[in-house]
């Protein structure tokens, strides 16, 4: 499965994005779709997640303004940045796990908010 990523951009603070990511593959099988994000000299962090299921999980800095979706006949998940903060700034990844052996990341895309 390949990932490709978008939408990353340059936005003021209070501003909002979306990224996508598209997979070249089916992603209704998928266990858990997922966005990280990484700054230099940091780890790479968990911002939010899907089940197959539908069920989310955030990262608490940024609960109450990210919202992450899927659209499974578009083979594409979507995170919803609402609000951005200037420590919102990271490459952000899109990760599909398949199971518990294959897992896929995406490119990276950069979101830059300026204060």
Known sequence: VQL?????GLVQAGGSLRLSCAASGSIF???????????????RELVASIKKDGTTDYAESVKGRFIISKDSAKNTVYLQMNSLKPEDTAVYYCHVRKNVI????GQG???????
């Open 4 to 8: 490709q990523a978008s939408g990353g």
């Open 29 to 43: 099988s998928m266990i858990v779709l997922g966005w990280y994000r990484q700054t230099p000299g940091k780890q």
């Open 102 to 105: 294959s897992a896929y990341w």
């Open 109 to 115: 895309t950069l979101v830059t908010v300026s204060s």
